[in-house]
């Protein structure tokens, strides 16, 4: 008996939803469109509708990239394991992140850089109030 390619991919173990439904319902769950999910996976809209309505399959890039604008494994998108339940005040959390992000999304570039200079200034004041020291050229003062 040959042996094809077929028999040697492996099965799809958990087959409680379609590849479309996968990627549709986790980009709702973080108040995505369909333009902003494919802005962010460096894909078209069109694409991103294909996949969704399974008038087309991504290609592995496109998979890679999907699973990490959604924030999950490519075995969670591709259904090869079930996905991990969110509880829900960590679901609402995650839209109103996404939100926050699509607002950042819509300013001007010059201030959407302001933005990201700001965070970086805070995770490094954060990294120095862990370890107790202030970086070089900065001086602690007490109260």
């Known amino acids: 008996m040959a042996l094809t390619i077929a028999d040697a991919m492996p099965r799809e173990r958990y087959t409680q939803s379609s590849f479309g439904e996968r990627p549709q319902n986790l980009?709702?769950?973080?108040g995505l469109t369909q333009v902003q999910l494919a802005e962010a996976a460096e894909t078209t809209q069109r694409a991103v509708s294909?996949?969704?309505?399974?008038?087309?399959?991504?290609?592995a890039p496109a998979v890679i990239s999907l699973a990490k604008v959604l924030n999950v494994t490519t075995d969670d998108l591709l259904g090869l394991k079930p996905p991990k339940a969110?509880?829900?005040?960590d679901d609402?959390?995650?839209?109103?992140?996404?939100?926050?992000?699509?607002?950042?999304?819509?300013?001007?570039?010059r201030d959407q850089k302001t933005v990201v200079r700001l965070i970086d200034s805070l995770a490094a004041g954060s990294s120095v109030r862990k370890n107790g020291s202030?970086?070089?050229?900065?001086h602690r003062h007490g109260r």
């Open 50 to 59: 294909c996949y969704e309505t399974e008038a087309g399959s991504p290609h």
């Open 92 to 109: 609402s959390e995650a839209r109103h992140q996404a939100k926050r992000f699509q607002m950042i999304a819509t300013l001007p570039e």
């Open 27 to 30: 980009r709702k769950a973080l």
């Open 86 to 89: 969110v509880p829900v005040e």
């Open 134 to 138: 202030a970086p070089a050229g900065e």
